[in-house]
């Protein structure tokens, strides 16, 4: 894969796909050390898998959801909105989010985002760290995928 990633040759870039997975710890795929059979299937589904520690959950609920300063308020009123019993439409979820919300959110992740680096861990592949895959998405950014496609 690295091969690929840091080559210029557009034969092997053309037909290159990277797949890059986030999870969560839903259905208990992960205890300890110890990933259960379908985080191990998972795991061989993606170039790179993540995992997003309860901790991680547990601190973006906290500060962001339950106990906001006033530069995040805006994403709590936008969760409280989607999932309270008077909701009028879902402003908070994967596919919509409110705008105010959506800008707060992603200064939050630019100020924290050491952070929120340390929320993950790496499943696969196995003994890498986050900061390669920030390289090899550089480095795939970098490229004239134009002129190569």
Known sequence: MEEIIYSNNSALLQKFILTVGVV?????????????????????SYDW?????????????????????????KIQDAFINSYSKDKKRNVFTKVKMDYEADLALLEYFSKNIGKIESWFNIISPEGK??????????ELSGKNWSQIL
Request: glycine share 4%.
């Open 24 to 44: 969560s710890n839903h259905g208990n795929w992960f205890t300890a050390e110890n990933q259960n059979k379908e985080l191990k299937v998972l795991s061989q």
């Open 49 to 73: 898998l993540l995992f997003l520690t309860d901790n991680g959950l547990a601190q973006f609920i906290d500060e962001l959801l339950l106990n906001p300063n006033k530069a995040n308020k």
């Open 129 to 138: 760290s986050i900061d390669e895959l920030k390289k090899e998405l550089s």
